[in-house]
């Protein structure tokens, strides 16, 4: 009666131990909602040579002793978009893991890594079966976009089977700052409201837009160029760059030759004064010619090939 007790007893364990290694995974994302808590024997499993799986890695140092404010700050986003992964569908579900491995439970693979700070994340593909990648290195996670979970989850689509079903959580710290401010805006759009009616208020807006957009601040702001250049320079060499005040000073030149033809053709016309009329024309036709040869001379400066000159 003993041995078939005995036997009985240790079956689980036999059925255990004959479990692969990719179902061993399987289960450990299960118990931790989608988020596998790894050690350096684990991380050997995930990472194993031989794997028709990927897994993304989330490197952390969350002990106190650490001090790791990133890591902190970091840690939310990742655990939202493991446990987002948890939703996916089973058969696609299985085909990629999160995992987190923190540098006390770990410091060998961090050595063998030479990972030097946290926090970090990498992703590594699938190295055999259908889906096996033949760029062996792992991604690298790039925090330019900063910490947040959005991103991140979009950045690690790219790597899993399907797109990651994260959806940001609703925001009722904004929700609570927009319904604030409805008596704010409601109280100043009765002191606003006569200049929003004004037709040469939004005249005058239109002209400045025009005149901004025509000088090339949509092509700094596309491009992230700087307001200005080394040693203050404000002149960005050649047609394909230009720096945020330069934008500034085209269009500045743009209004004046604007306005200048403006009074020649408008303002000086209707002058009755024969006299003032023969000083207007003098005195716009000379601001047009001026100005317009100061913007030829800024063509000539960003491209010293630039053959015209008219004044300057």
């Known amino acids: 009666m003993f041995w078939p007790l ?10 255990a131990a004959q479990k692969s290694v990719h179902e061993q995974l399987v289960d450990l ?20 040579p031989k794997r028709d799986w990927s897994a993304a890695v989330h490197f952390t140092a969350l002990h ?30 299985d085909k990629h893991f999160f995992a ?17 700070s946290a926090p970090g994340v990498h992703v590594y593909p699938p190295t055999d079966g259908p889906n ?13 976009n900063g910490f947040e979970a959005g991103p991140l989850a979009e950045q ?42 004004n037709r040469w208020v939004w005249a005058a807006g239109t002209i400045a837009t025009s005149l901004v ?16 250049g080394p040693n203050g320079a404000w002149i960005a060499q050649g047609y394909q760059n230009q720096y945020g005040q330069e934008v500034q000073v085209v269009a500045m030149v743009y209004g004046i030759l604007a306005g200048s033809f403006l009074m020649l053709i408008v303002v000086t016309p209707r002058q009755l004064s024969p006299t003032r009329q023969r000083t207007q024309v003098y005195l716009w036709t000379t601001v047009n010619f001026l100005v317009f040869s100061i ?17 300057l």
């Not at 005995?6 to 059925?15: D, F, K």
């Open 100 to 116: 987190t491995l923190d540098f006390d439970d770990g410091p060998a693979v961090f050595q063998k890594l030479g990972m030097s």
């Open 156 to 197: 690690l689509s790219v790597h899993t089977p399907i797109p990651i079903p994260y959806k940001a959580p609703f925001n009722w710290a904004r929700a609570g700052s927009i319904v604030s401010l409805i008596p704010i805006i409601t109280l100043v759009f009765r002191f606003i409201k006569p200049a929003l009616q």
């Open 213 to 228: 957009m025509t000088s090339g601040y949509m092509f700094t702001r596309i491009r992230g160029a700087p307001y200005t």
């Open 29 to 48: 994302a299960a118990a931790g909602n989608g988020l596998i808590q790894l050690n350096e024997q684990t991380y050997d499993l995930l990472a194993s």
């Open 132 to 144: 096996a990648s033949a760029k062996k290195a792992p991604f690298k996670y790039d925090f330019q």
């Open 64 to 93: 106190p002793q650490r001090r790791c404010a990133p890591c902190k700050e970091f840690e939310p986003a990742f655990t939202a978009v493991a446990k987002a992964w948890a939703n996916a569908p089973k058969d696609q579900r």
């Open 295 to 311: 913007l030829v001379s800024l063509f000539r400066v960003k491209n010293p090939g630039y053959p015209f000159k008219l004044i």
């Open 6 to 15: 005995l036997a009985l007893s240790l079956l689980p364990l036999s059925l």
